[in-house]
Every structure is written in structure tokens, then in C-alpha cells.
């Protein structure tokens, strides 16, 4: 009995967090909550910021660099614009919409029951109608150089195949979804919870990772909403040719993400049928 009693309490000690429920499916409730159209406004403002100061890096690092390779920012510093927005949109705005600021993160948490069908759909609306407001904002200042310089748009680089491009899409998403799942896994931030930019410093972080891999071969999207924006605004046939790519590469890696952190690392197949097979013998 002390032995049980011992085990129970090391038990409780070992496990200072707690699962949240499921995400309800549909969540129709929540269209009449202000909290939902309160994130939908983060989300949109995190979006159209995003791709203001990105989009513009991107034209401005193009435009430095005709007459001086060296001159500008460079690919790095274009790497850098992407990750350091990212951490800053997420740790603004993680209180109050999660901080998704992309359609394949909220795809890949649908997926994980994180957030209901009817938030997950407007949050990709909201964050496609910001890219392209921040697509548009970046043209409207710099109207030239973006019809000139190609409006940011996502594109796969020559000498690529579409499927080399697709691939390279599949696994820089996996990279950032999967860093999203563990940086805000529940076991996680129950640890981390007293410094509160460890959460959004990593998916930054991966962001900034990922563009410096693929860059060259897509200019790097992982991020539907960020080249369905510039497509819009930019409007040209090499704008949509490839367009297809940065949908469906960010979803399946999104997929693939959720699927690895949900299924393997936190095994809730496993501890599901564990509690099926001790409640049958029961």
C-alpha cells in the first residue's frame, strides 16, 4: 500500500502538465464569441505585417543587388527578415490567436484537434486577406521595383524540377510545423512557461533554417498565404504557374508534422489503446 501510495505521488510529480480537450470539430459555437473575430483581427494584422516587411526586403535586396552582387542585404538577410518577423508576430500575438500566421500551421493543428473547422477556415481566410494587403502595401511604396523585380512572388528557381520544388516545400514545412507542435506542447511549456520567448525564438528560428536551405530552389514559401499574396497583387502568369506547389507542399508537410508529434512522439495511439485494452479487462 505505502508502495502504491509512493509510486502514485512520483507519479504526480513527474507530470506537472495537463493534455487541453480536443478542439470541438465544427466549434459553431464560437461564432458568437469576440474572442474568435479578435484573433481573426491578430491574424490578419500579423499577416499583412509579415508580408510588408518580407516582401519589401525581398524587392529591396533585388534592387541593391543589380549593379553590386555584394551590395544589400543578402540571401541571409533575407533569411533573417522571414525567421525575426515570425518570432516577433508569434510572441505578439500567441495570447490571442495562437500566433498561426500561416494556413499549413492551421491546417496541421486542425489536423491535431487544436482548433475547430470553423476557426481553422476563417483563420486561412483572414491570413490570406492580410498577404495580400501586405503584398499590396509594399507595391503601393515601391510601385517599380515590385512590377520590375518580380513582386516577391514564389516561383521555382530555373534548373529545379516542380518536384524537386515540392519535396523541398513537404520537408521545410514538416520542419516548421513540427518545431510549432514542440514548442508548444503542453509537457514543454509547462517548463518553459516562466521565459516566455522560448516558444516563439525556435519557430522563428526554423523559419530562418529552412530559407536558408531553399531558398535557391523556391525563394522559400512554406507558407501558403505568403505566396498566394504576392500572386494577387503581382498578378502575372509565372505568379500562378507554380502556385499549386506552395499549397500543396505546406499542407502535406503540415500533415506529416502533425501525424509524426501526435502519433509517434506523444503516442497517443498507444496510450489510447492501453486505456481501451485495461478498461476491457476491467
Not at 499590396?136 to 510601385?143: E, I, N, S, T
Request: hydrophobic content about 45%.
Amino acid at each position: 500500500m505505502v508502495k502504491e501510495m509512493s509510486m502514485e505521488g512520483e507519479h504526480q510529480m513527474v507530470k506537472d502538465y495537463k493534455d487541453p480537450p480536443p478542439a470541438p470539430l465544427l466549434g459553431v459555437e464560437e461564432l458568437r464569441r469576440w474572442a474568435l473575430y479578435r484573433a481573426l483581427i491578430a491574424e490578419f494584422i500579423a499577416t499583412l505585417l509579415f508580408l510588408y516587411v518580407t516582401i519589401a526586403t525581398v524587392i529591396g535586396y533585388k534592387r541593391q543587388s543589380q549593379a553590386d552582387r555584394c551590395n544589400g542585404v543578402g540571401l541571409l538577410g533575407v533569411a533573417w527578415s522571414f525567421g525575426g518577423m515570425i518570432f516577433v508576430l508569434v510572441y505578439c500575438t500567441a495570447g490571442i490567436s495562437g500566433g498561426h500566421i500561416n494556413p499549413a500551421v492551421t491546417f496541421g493543428l486542425f489536423l491535431a484537434r487544436k482548433v475547430s473547422l470553423i476557426r481553422a477556415v476563417l483563420y486561412m481566410v483572414a491570413q490570406c486577406l492580410g498577404a495580400i494587403c501586405g503584398a499590396g502595401l509594399v507595391k503601393a511604396f515601391m510601385k517599380h521595383s515590385y512590377n520590375s523585380l518580380g513582386g516577391g512572388a514564389s516561383e521555382v528557381a530555373p534548373g529545379y524540377s516542380k518536384g524537386s520544388a515540392l519535396g523541398a516545400e513537404i520537408i521545410g514545412t514538416f520542419i516548421l510545423v513540427y518545431t510549432v507542435f514542440s514548442a508548444t506542447d503542453p509537457k514543454r511549456k509547462a517548463r518553459d512557461s516562466h521565459v516566455p520567448v522560448l516558444g516563439p525564438l525556435p519557430i522563428g528560428f526554423s523559419v530562418f533554417m529552412v530559407h536558408l536551405a531553399t531558398i535557391p530552389i523556391t525563394g522559400t514559401s512554406i507558407n501558403p498565404a505568403r505566396s498566394f499574396g504576392p500572386a494577387v497583387i503581382y498578378n502575372q502568369h509565372k505568379a500562378w504557374r507554380d502556385q499549386w506547389i506552395f499549397w500543396v507542399g505546406p499542407m502535406l508537410g503540415a500533415a506529416a508534422a502533425a501525424a509524426y508529434h501526435q502519433y509517434v512522439l506523444r503516442a497517443h495511439v498507444v496510450k489510447a489503446l492501453t486505456s481501451f485494452r485495461s478498461n476491457s479487462h476491467n
